[in-house]
């Protein structure tokens, strides 16, 4: 849901940046300050909404009753035997990595997958 936010307000900022270089050759002209001034509020939003994104993937675990991961996105998956592991929704169909589906167990709770180390320089 918020990755569908986050998408919207990359494709709002990407557009008022093609304005804005588009109008930079009349830096005084009012369509150029207008796009820049809507470049500079997209980037706010796309900062709001990535930080609202890093904040929910820090929060902890989702109930699947309170909101459900995007299809085919995969995740940390909480199972009722209290076993943990990776998978992914395929419609309503709750699978392992390896696409198996869940049958036996019932997933209660979802969590994204963390963000891999920074690479050493």
Known sequence: MIDNTLSATLARLVLSLRDALESAAYPKSKPHREAVRSFKRHLADLTSAARKLEE???KGWT???ER???VGLLVLIALNDDDVW???RD???WRYVDAMPI???RVTHWKRLPSPPARAT
């Open 86 to 88: 990776t998978g992914y």
């Open 68 to 70: 459900l991961p995007d």
């Open 63 to 65: 109930p699947v009753a």
């Open 103 to 105: 049958t036996k167990e």
């Open 91 to 93: 419609g309503e169909i």
């Open 56 to 58: 929910e993937s820090e």
